[in-house]
């Protein structure tokens, strides 16, 4: 077992960054309370990521090659901004490469790429050896309470789909593992939020078309967690991912955008679907805390 703390969180992510731009907040709320630990799990590099500053362009998979170890530091820097003292790679450093992504139909849907490198995470040969190295980082850890993606990844990026689908099937295997979640990004708060960008006036990058951001119907969401009092860590560490995202402040409001040059407010809410474990607890009211009815250790 790994720590003392009574209460323990445990996230599963993609690339870095997926940890700052869903769960940021989150992660550091969690990671400021005494009596909680907190346990990031990175599947990937990011290694096949886009680039935002041209200063950087070379470090691509299809130049240099070295984003991959770039991102190690940026991510570094996001998890001491966030409080993270826990922080591992599924099966070591660079056992998993980013498989990479194709946009496909309206907004920011994504797919797998026609061919897949020999590491590629999300080969289909590799889910069986993915779950054994969750299920060991499951069993050290003990975490009463699991964060990662819907079935869709979000927005039907192949590396997000397939960590949805070993953590899904290595939470199973943890009896003591409470309850599971996944992100959502709840419509209502994302158009209020970019209602406020809108009232800026002038901003540095374009405004989503509607629906062009993926969301998930409101009525999903089981639990909010307000992350209003963290916003400057989750801010400091959205400035980490430079290669990934630029940070812009815009009358008095901050928000960020991606290589897609699209403005995306910072939310004060993050908002989670409970799928696994204690479910009962949400079904009659929204939750406000990841650990309502978790008995600590």
């Known amino acids: ?16 960054d997926d940890e700052t731009l869903a769960t940021g907040g989150t992660i550091a709320r969690y990671a400021a309370a005494p009596d909680t630990s907190v346990t990031l799990v990175t599947c990937t590099l990011g290694e096949q990521g886009e680039i935002a500053p041209p200063e950087l362009a070379l470090l691509a998979a299809e130049h240099a090659d070295q984003l991959g170890g770039y991102r190690i530091g940026e ?44 590491t590629a995470f999300a080969r289909p040969d590799t889910f069986d050896e993915q779950v054994e190295q969750l299920v060991a980082v499951l069993d050290d850890v003990q975490p009463q309470v699991v964060i990662s993606y819907d079935p869709d990844g979000g927005y039907g990026h192949p590396d997000h789909i397939r960590a949805h689908k070993i953590t899904m099937a ?43 951001l993926a969301t998930v119907p409101d009525d999903t969401v089981t639990t909010r ?13 959205l400035r980490a991912h430079r290669t990934q995202l630029t940070v812009f402040t815009a009358g008095g409001r901050t928000g960020y955008a991606l290589t897609n040059d699209i403005a995306q407010p910072v939310l004060r809410t993050e908002s989670y679907t ?24």
């Open 1 to 16: 077992m790994r720590g003392a703390a009574p209460f323990r969180l445990l996230l599963v992510h993609a690339h870095p």
């Open 75 to 118: 991510l570094a820097a996001a998890c001491d901004a966030l409080g993270v003292r826990d922080h591992r790679f599924l099966g070591g450093v660079a056992r998993w490469r980013d498989t990479g992504m194709v946009l496909t139909g309206y907004g920011t849907r994504a797919a797998a790429p026609d061919e897949l490198r020999p």
């Open 170 to 212: 290595a939470a199973a295997r943890a009896p003591g593992v409470r309850k599971v979640y996944w992100t959502a990004s709840s419509r209502a708060d994302l158009d209020a939020a970019l209602a406020e960008l809108a009232d800026v006036g002038s901003l540095p990058y374009r405004l989503p078309e509607p629906d062009e």
């Open 225 to 237: 967690i307000d992350v209003s009092d963290r916003l400057a860590a989750k801010v400091a560490a």
């Open 274 to 297: 409970l799928v696994g474990g204690d479910t009962d607890a949400a079904a009659s009211t929204v939750e406000d805390d990841l650990f309502a009815g978790v008995e600590p250790l």
